[in-house]
């Protein structure tokens, strides 16, 4: 889940600017432009002032899912 949400925010390489990553792993990050490796914690502290701009509405998005999977959770008990 936390993936889903992540995947909607523009990562930016602090090198070259670029928004193309491959992820090696969980923890390797790798910068499609430059090459430049990322842990996850790396990659989210240079860029914690987009994330704080997205963050009220990816909470949006988290709590009209919950309520979504709330409401089919209720459906089945009926
Ligand atoms: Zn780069």
Do not use: P
């Not at 090198?15 to 193309?20: E, L, P, Y």
């Not at 009209?64 to 008990?77: A, N, P, T, V, Y």
Request: net charge negative; hydrophobic share 25%.
């Amino acid at each position: 889940m936390k993936d889903k949400y992540m995947g909607r925010i523009n990562l930016k390489c602090d090198v070259c600017g670029g928004d193309q990553f491959s992820h090696e792993s969980d923890e390797e990050i790798v910068c499609a432009e430059c090459g430049k490796e990322y842990t996850k914690e790396e990659l989210i502290d240079s860029n914690s002032e987009e994330l704080d701009n997205r963050k009220d509405e990816l909470l949006d998005d988290v709590k009209k899912d919950l309520e979504k999977s709330m409401k089919d959770i209720f459906r089945k008990w009926r």
